[in-house]
C-alpha cells in the first residue's frame, strides 16, 4: 500500500525547494524568500533551491503557471528535493495538482508554522493551542487533503478507473467523510473547553498581579526578546538563533533600583501573515500582553526587513486589540548594525525608539530609566497620613512614590510625596487606613 505524502507533514531532515509567487503590483523584495528560507531551517529542512514568480494573479489551478510549475519539477528533481515549499496559502486543490505535477510533498506557508509550532511546544498548554490551530486549519480542507477514502472498502481504490465515489460507492464516501468531520468537530470542541478554562486561569493570574505595574516583550521572532529577558531580570530563557525558538509565556521580577520593581513578561514572537487560527489559538499564552501596562516592542535593528517587521508586529496587535495600548519601542542589536544609513531611517521614523543590545548591555540603563518614569506616570505632590505601624503601606511609598518629607504625630506617619495616580490607587487598594492630610 502507498503511502501519501500528505500523511507525514513534517520537513524535518528533508531537503526543500521553496517557491514564492509575487502578485504584479505588489513592491519589489530584495530577497523575497529569504524569511521562508529561515523558517524551513527552523523547521529542520535543508534548503536546496528557490523560485520565485511574479504574475498579475494567482493560477486559480496551480497558484504558478504551467511553465513555471514544469521548472519547478525540473529542479526537484535536479537538486533531489523531497518537499516543496510555498510562500503562499494554498488551496487544496492546489496542493494536489502541485503534488501531481512534481510527485513531491507539498506544503504551504501556514502549514509550515504550524509544523515549526508543533515541533517547539513542550507544555501541555502549547501543545492544545497548537493542535487546536492545525484542526482549525486542516477541517475545511478534509475533502481535498485526506486520501485514506480510497482505501474502505466499496469505495473505488479497486476499480478500473481507481476513482472515489464510482458507481455505487458514493455512499460510503460520504458517510467517511462526515464521520471524519464529526470526530474534528468533537475534537475542537473538546480543545476549546480545554484552552477556555487554561485562559480562564490565566486571567485570574494576570488580575492577581494588579497590585504590581507588569510590563510585556513583544516583537518579531528572533528579535532578541529572550536575550533581553535575560539581561534585565536573569531569567535564563532559552536563547537559540532560530525562529520560534519558545512558545511559553514566561514572568519574572524586574529590579529597577531603590527598591522599585515590576514584572517583566516574554511572550511568543510574531511573523508577517501569521496564521488567524494561530493567533486565536495562542490567546491564553498572550493573555499577559493583552493586560499589561506597558509594552516593550523589540526590533531586530540590524535587519534589512526591521520596518516590515514593525509593521508586521502592530497587525497582530491590532488583532489582539492592543493597539492603543502603551508602547515603547526599542531598537535592538544596535552592536550588530552594519547599515548606519538604514539605522539612521528607522531612527527618524520612530524618534521616541530607544537604542539597545540586549547582548552587550548598551542602553539597558536608559531602558529602566524610561520604564521606571513610565510606571510611576504623571506625579502630583500630595500630604498623606499612614498608620507608622503600617509596614506594608509604607514600604510601597517608599518603591513607587518620591517621599519629600516625614513626620510622626499620634501613631501616624503624616508624609509629603510626589506620587502617580495609579500608584495612589494601588496604595488604597493594600491599605484600608490611608488618609490625605493637609
Excluded at 478500473?160 to 465515489?165: F, S, Y
Excluded at 532578541?224 to 536563547?239: I, V
Excluded at 532560530?242 to 510574531?270: E, I, P, Q
Amino acid at each position: 500500500m502507498s503511502v501519501n505524502p500528505r500523511e507525514n507533514l513534517s520537513v524535518r531532515r528533508e531537503n526543500a525547494l521553496l517557491v514564492k509567487v509575487i502578485l504584479g503590483g505588489a513592491a519589489p523584495i530584495e530577497d523575497p524568500l529569504v524569511e521562508l528560507a529561515e523558517l524551513a531551517r527552523s523547521a529542520g529542512a535543508n534548503v536546496v533551491s528557490r523560485v520565485v514568480q511574479r504574475r498579475p494573479a494567482y493560477h486559480p489551478a496551480s497558484c504558478v503557471g504551467k511553465g513555471k510549475l514544469e521548472e519547478i519539477r525540473q529542479r526537484a528533481d535536479v537538486y533531489e528535493a523531497d518537499v516543496v515549499i510555498f510562500d503562499n496559502d494554498l488551496s487544496p486543490s492546489q496542493i494536489r495538482e502541485i503534488e501531481k505535477a512534481t510527485g513531491r510533498k507539498v506544503l504551504d506557508r501556514s502549514e509550515l508554522i504550524l509544523d515549526i509550532f508543533a515541533s517547539r511546544a513542550r507544555t501541555r498548554e502549547a501543545r492544545l493551542q497548537v493542535e487546536l490551530a492545525q484542526l482549525e486549519y486542516t477541517a475545511p480542507r478534509l475533502r481535498g487533503m485526506w486520501t485514506h477514502l480510497e482505501r474502505i472498502a466499496g469505495a473505488g481504490g479497486a476499480t478500473g478507473a481507481g476513482v472515489v465515489g464510482g458507481i455505487g460507492t458514493r455512499g460510503p464516501g460520504e458517510s467517511q467523510i462526515e464521520i471524519d468531520r464529526r470526530l474534528v468537530d468533537k475534537r475542537v470542541a473538546l480543545l476549546k473547553r480545554q484552552l477556555e478554562e487554561i485562559d480562564r486561569r490565566k486571567v485570574r493570574e494576570v488580575r492577581a498581579r494588579q497590585d504590581h505595574f507588569t510590563v510585556s516583550l513583544v516583537g518579531y521572532t528572533n528579535a532578541g526578546k529572550s536575550t533581553l529577558m535575560n539581561a534585565l531580570t536573569n531569567a535564563g530563557t532559552l536563547t537559540e538563533d532560530r525562529l520560534f525558538a519558545t512558545l511559553d509565556t514566561l514572568t519574572r521580577r524586574w529590579d529597577l533600583g531603590s527598591g522599585r520593581y515590576l514584572l517583566l513578561s516574554d511572550t511568543v514572537g510574531f511573523i508577517r501573515d501569521l496564521p488567524h487560527h494561530l493567533v486565536a489559538s495562542f490567546r491564553a499564552t498572550l493573555e499577559e500582553a493583552i493586560h499589561a501596562d506597558l509594552l516593550l516592542h523589540v526590533v531586530d535593528a540590524a535587519n534589512p526587513e526591521a520596518e516590515q517587521q514593525v509593521e508586521a508586529v502592530e497587525r497582530v496587535l491590532a488583532e489582539l486589540e492592543v493597539a492603543d495600548k502603551p508602547t515603547l519601542l526599542l531598537l535592538n542589536k544596535a552592536d550588530a548594525v552594519r547599515d548606519l544609513a538604514a539605522l539612521s531611517i528607522l531612527r527618524t521614523r520612530h524618534p521616541q525608539a530607544l537604542l539597545v543590545s540586549a547582548r552587550s548591555g548598551d542602553g539597558l540603563d536608559e531602558l529602566r530609566a524610561e520604564v521606571d518614569r513610565r510606571m510611576r506616570g504623571e506625579q502630583r505632590r500630595i500630604v498623606l497620613s499612614v498608620p507608622a505601624h503600617d509596614g506594608k503601606a509604607l514600604g510601597f511609598l517608599e518603591r513607587f512614590a518620591d517621599v519629600l518629607d516625614r513626620r510622626f504625630e499620634d501613631g501616624r506617619a503624616i508624609l509629603e510625596v510626589a506620587i502617580a495616580p495609579r500608584a495612589l490607587n494601588q496604595l488604597h487598594s493594600i491599605a484600608a487606613d490611608i488618609r490625605h492630610a493637609e
